[in-house]
Each structure stands twice: as structure tokens, then as C-alpha cells.
């Protein structure tokens, strides 16, 4: 469909003002005559991108400044004309807001035919894609939303591009797009990521998780919805009457796929590839669910968690488990309110969701912001190719790790990769408590300083404020790139700290 009825729709249906309408309708017009006469790769007009990009954050309900902005996102690059004659253009005709925004998500596009005169080949062109992206992000968390939802709508398109570019694009949304979607809570984008990009950067092993899930679901036929009906009925029996929706479904794909590589593809070994989730209007009911849950079948030791009581660092909350259900199958049960719902969903883009009663907006959770900001620092931080590149490297395996969370004394949640430890844990409470780290109490307890941490442990730093500095025998073991720099940047100058303390602002070499 060649023209934005659907997106007006939405803006009905939900009461925007007549001249969001306008706007988003200009938007399309601009981009229709920049875009004309180019085409998409599969050979469909141009614009027909933008349009779907732009649909899906207004199906997300997202701000009419953004759903422009998306519309007019590869106005710059994607087109006969001179960059610089639509960059003018642009300016005279939206808000220096949309106008930013655009170049925003251009500065994310990993191609750039004009911008980049010097082309770059292999790993340094990756890198160079990559610290741009890290800088675009940081100014404006919104124009990583909008390139989600562009490499959502590339990644269904994959099929026409060459294997080579293919290969790269799918691996470059696992390694880069997908954790940090992940990071940032928006598991509406996170699951659709991995699961079009997994298909194409490893076919076979798509392929096998397939026939193993598929092999589960033919024995197993129609097992979900019986167990969803059976929990329905027990929940109206015991008068829980705010259940607003019940969602049985199997785990996606991709994350089946990264536990099965953890337990040499062992599927009975996988706790919650039937899962089934119960959405309530409000927490006491989330509660009440959970007993009865509990009082139909027995829960599995160590598998209940309640991150509704305490949620997990990126603010995701909902009370978890895993039962020994009918016929000796695991099924896993979410319970949550609609809110938390809605956030889970959305994470951070949940705070921009238009809504004509909301008046003023949500905050972002701060947390997040400090990741953002981590993520920025991190870009600055690196001198040439190879350290960033070394980074990266961590910061995937930051990603790509399982997490734990564990405790301060105060009961403050600290999210770390798997096989953290105590020094890990200090560097990301404080850069002065890791410096002066001397010892550690985990659960109480006197520990090394290498010993792994596990979710849920409550750590408590010793420091000695008269200790020079961190170890590089600590370099051996902690798993954290924040810890890492830490204890290099002291390592490479015993005065950093010192310069810290008497120049905060200061960036260190
Ligand atoms: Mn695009």
C-alpha cells in the first residue's frame, strides 16, 4: 500500500489532533517526491519503506514527531538528489526536532554512500559504522527506536541481498542491534530481531531448533492451550476476576537456540519452552495467581522469582515460575499487570507511548540513561581501532552472557555477566570503591577476591581508603569491561586517580 491510511487510522482511533495528521501527511509528501523514481533492491518503489517503518511505531503509538521523522528517515541518502539540496530542503520545511532526528538515524546507517568518500573495507569499516552509531545513539535514544524498526523491515527484505551482505546484516543485528534492544527493555523489538536475523547467520542451526520445537509441538498438540484453559478455569474458581488476558506460547526461537548451545542441545533440559503468561489488573492478583498456580502443580526449587518485589536491573517486572506441570512437562508462568506488561514490552520506548490523557510525560528509568550514557562513554574512551575493537568484543560478551543479579548489603540490584566477581561487582558500584577494594563478604562470608558470583548472592566490598590503587593481577579474572578499563587507566598512569579527584569532569588518556 502506497500511502499512509493506516497510520492516519491509528491516529484516529487513538485522538490525535488534527494536525499530527497534517504532519505525518507532509512527511509522506516530502519523502514521495525526494524517493521518486528510486527503488528498493526487490524492485518496489522507495517509499514503500518508510511507509512501514513509520506504521510500525504508530501501531507502537509512538510520538508523531518520531512517526515523521520515520517517514523521512533515508530522505538524505536514498535518493537522486544531492544530500546537501534535501538536507536544506528538509530544514525549511519540519522542526529542527524532526530535522535532528532524521540525521540521527542517518548517522546510524551503516552504508552512507556519500557521506563515507572514504571507504572503508572489512573490519575498519565496521568499527567506523559502529562508533557512529554509538555516538548518534547517545545524543537521542529515539533514533535508535526508529532504526529498530528500520532493520526490522531490512531483515524482512533479506531474501534479495547477495549472501555476503546478508550474512553481514544478520550478524551485525545479533551482535550489535538485538542486546542492546535487549538492554534497553524492548522486547517487542528484541525477540523479532533474533528471530529474522538467526534464520539468516545460521541457517542449520535455525533449521534444527525448528525440528526440535516442532517435533515437541506434534507430541505434544494442543498441550498449551489445555494447560492455559485448565489455569483459567482455577483462576475464575477462585474469584481472581481481573485477568485481562492469558498468552500460552513456545520460548523464540534464537533464545531456545542459546540454551540449547549451553546444554549440548539437550531440549529436556530447557525449563521454559512452554510458556504461559497471565496479565492482571493489578499486583494483589498477581499474587493470588501465583498461589493458585502453585496449589495445581508443585514448583520447581530455585525457579521462582519475583522481580515484581524486585526488579531487574533494566526495570523489567513480573514474578516468574516454573512448574512440574501435567504429563512431566516444565511450563513456565509470567504473571504481571497490564502496566508492567506494556513495560516489558516497550521498556524504554514505553515512556514515549502517546496517550491524550497522560498530559505530561513518563520519565525515563534512570538506569537506563546510565546505560546509554556507559555506552557513550565507552566510544569516547577508545584511542584507536584495536581497543575499541577489544571493547566491542566485551561489550559483546557483556551482551551475550547470561546475567546475574546481585545484591548490595541495602538490597540494591547489580546486574553482571556470568563469572563475575567481587572486583567486578565493587567497579560497577563505584570507580573509588574498586580502586580500593581489599577484600570481600559474600552472604556473609570472607571470599576471594576471583571467586565467581551467583544471581542472587549479597556481596559486601571491603575498601582501605589507603590503598594506592586496583591490582593488575585483577586484569587475570574480572569480567566486566567497566572494570577492566578501570583497573587499565590506573595502570597506565598511578595520578588518574588523584587527577579524578581534583578534576572531575576530566577525560582520561
Ligand atoms: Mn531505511
Not at 27 to 40: C, D, P, T
Not at 44 to 66: C, F, G, K, Q, S
Not at 376 to 403: G, Y
Request: proline letters at 5%; charged letters at 30%; hydrophobic letters at 40%.
Amino acid at each position: 500500500m502506497v500511502d499512509i491510511s493506516r497510520i492516519l487510522e491509528i491516529f484516529r482511533e487513538e485522538g490525535r489532533p488534527e494536525a499530527d495528521s497534517m504532519l505525518v501527511d507532509r512527511a509522506f509528501v516530502f519523502a514521495a517526491i525526494v524517493h521518486e523514481g528510486y527503488k528498493r533492491i526487490s524492485g518496489a518503489p522507495y517509499i514503500v519503506h518508510p511507509i512501514d517503518v513509520a506504521t510500525r511505531l504508530a501501531e507502537m503509538h509512538m510520538p508523531t514527531n518520531m512517526i515523521a521523522a520515520a517517514l523521512l528517515h533515508d530522505t538524505i541518502e536514498d535518493s537522486i538528489r544531492d544530500p546537501e539540496e534535501t538536507r536544506k530542503e528538509l530544514r525549511k520545511e519540519f522542526s529542527p526536532d524532526i530535522v535532528e532526528l532524521v540525521e540521527n538515524v542517518t548517522k546510524l546507517d551503516f552504508k552512507n554512500p556519500h557521506a563515507d568518500k572514504t571507504r572503508l573495507f572489512g573490519i575498519d569499516r565496521y568499527v567506523e559504522n559502529l562508533r557512529k552509531m554509538f555516538v548518534a545513539f547517545a545524543k537521542d535514544v529515539r533514533a535508535i527506536i526508529i532504526k529498530f524498526a528500520d532493520r526490522i523491515e531490512n531483515l524482512r527484505d533479506l531474501e534479495v541481498l547477495p549472501p555476503g551482505k546478508r550474512l553481514r546484516i544478520a550478524l551485525e543485528t545479533l551482535e550489535v542491534y538485538a542486546p542492546i534492544a535487549k538492554r534497553l527493555g524492548i522486547a517487542h523489538f528484541n525477540v523479532e530481531l533474533e528471530d529474522l536475523a538467526f534464520k539468516h547467520a545460521f541457517p542449520e542451526e535455525y533449521e534444527r531448533v525448528a525440528g526440535l520445537i516442532v517435533g515437541k509441538h506434534d507430541t505434544r498438540g494442543g498441550y498449551l492451550d489445555q494447560v492455559a484453559k485448565k489455569i483459567k478455569d482455577r483462576l475464575d474458581a477462585a474469584g481472581i476476576k481481573s485477568v485481562v488476558s492469558l498468552q500460552a506460547r513456545t520460548k523464540h526461537f534464537f533464545s531456545i537456540y542459546r540454551k540449547l548451545v549451553k546444554y549440548d542441545w539437550d531440549i529436556n533440559r530447557i525449563w521454559d519452552i512452554f510458556a504461559v503468561r497471565i496479565i492482571a489488573e493489578n499486583v494483589p492478583d498477581c499474587y493470588a495467581a501465583l498461589g493458585v498456580i502453585h496449589s495445581l502443580w508443585k514448583p520447581v526449587k530455585g525457579r521462582i522469582k519475583d522481580y515484581i518485589a524486585q526488579p531487574k536491573p533494566n526495570g523489567y517486572r513480573s514474578i516468574h515460575t516454573t512448574v512440574f506441570c501435567d504429563d512431566g512437562e516444565f511450563v513456565e508462568f509470567q504473571i504481571r499487570t497490564t502496566e508492567m506488561h506494556e513495560e516489558a514490552q516497550y521498556g524504554v520506548a514505553a515512556h514515549w507511548r502517546y496517550d491524550e490523557n497522560k498530559g505530561k510525560k513518563q520519565k525515563i528509568p534512570q538506569k537506563q540513561v546510565n546505560w546509554v550514557q556507559e555506552l557513550a562513554s565507552v566510544q569516547k574512551e577508545m584511542e584507536n581501532n584495536k581497543e575499541f575493537l577489544e571493547t566491542l568484543e566485551r561489550l559483546k560478551i557483556d551482551a551475550f552472557n547470561d546475567r546475574i543479579f546481585v545484591y548490595t548489603p541495602k538490597g540494591d540490584v547489580i546486574d553482571l555477566p556470568e563469572e563475575a566477581t567481587p572486583v567486578d561487582f565493587a567497579y560497577a558500584i563505584h570507580t573509588e570503591i574498586g580502586n580500593k577494594t581489599t577484600g570481600a563478604l559474600v552472604n556473609s562470608k570472607n571470599v576471594a577476591l576471583n571467586t565467581p558470583l551467583k544471581s542472587g548472592d549479597v556481596v559486601n566490598i571491603i575498601t582501605d581508603k589507603n590503598r594506592k590503587g586496583p591490582s593488575t593481577d585483577w586484569l587475570k579474572f574480572v569480567k566486566t569491561n567497566m572494570a577492566r578499563d578501570r583497573i587499565k587507566s590506573c595502570a597506565r598512569s598511578p595520578l588518574s586517580n588523584f587527577i579524578d579527584l581534583i578534576k572531575p569532569g576530566k577525560k582520561r588518556k
